[in-house]
């Protein structure tokens, strides 16, 4: 089966698209961090059961706005040195998948119009575009994992290793929306490449369908 110039681009629409609504999906919800705590024999353990989202934190069925974790709002645990690197990677979380979003927004304009132009040109810097927008994200979300390897020492400070024990940190799948779309706007960028490949053989053979 021979793959078309529209079938590409009409793809790559696709993948954009969807990358946009999982990543606009994912940063609107509060699972990307989760905290289980089994209350078995832990009656004189805080109950520290919670799931996270960038801005907001639901403890108890109770959403409070917050920093990325729980544990950053007693700032009396942290150093003054762990306090700026926490705050410093928070501001960048916030911003670098935001920034991804609306790029995405301005990414999927402009390949509509590298692709009703069949602009090689157009077509090769939306897909580097999209590269772009993929990279921000891929360092949005690394940028997060590490945050929250941060937060799993602290839980151990708190509770010590016994009481580690009882409790169950995970990722949410608001993360796996975030790394759906990564993947998503990688795909969008190669076969915008491929298209702008198509699009310059056929503009070197005009006989070409």
Not at 82 to 99: F, G, K
Not at 157 to 166: F, N
Not at 187 to 198: H, I, T
């Amino acid at each position: 089966m021979k793959v078309t110039f529209g079938c590409l681009v009409v793809s790559a629409g696709v993948c954009g698209l969807l990358s946009f609504v999982l990543l606009a999906t994912s940063l609107g919800t509060e699972y990307w961090y989760i905290i289980d705590m089994n209350h078995v024999n832990t009656s004189d353990l805080e109950d520290m059961s919670s799931h996270s989202g960038l801005w907001s934190i639901n403890e108890g069925g109770m959403t409070q706005a917050d920093s990325i974790d729980s544990f950053t709002a007693d700032n009396s645990r942290y150093s003054e040195t762990e306090l700026h690197m926490l705050s410093d990677m928070h501001r960048a979380i916030v911003v670098l998948l935001p920034l991804s979003l609306v790029l995405l927004l301005f990414g999927g304009i402009c390949g509509l119009v590298s692709s009703l132009a069949r602009s090689p040109m157009l077509l090769a810097g939306t897909a580097s575009y999209f590269f772009i927008c993929s990279l921000l994200t891929l360092c949005g979300v690394s940028l997060y994992i590490f945050y929250s390897h941060q937060a799993l020492e602290e839980t151990v400070r708190q509770v010590g290793l016994e009481g580690l024990a009882y409790i169950h940190t995970s990722f949410g799948w608001s993360l796996g929306l975030a790394w759906l779309s990564y993947g998503l706007e990688l795909l969008a960028g190669v076969l915008l490449l491929m298209a702008a490949r198509m699009a310059k053989l056929q503009h070197s053979s005009p006989t070409m369908a």
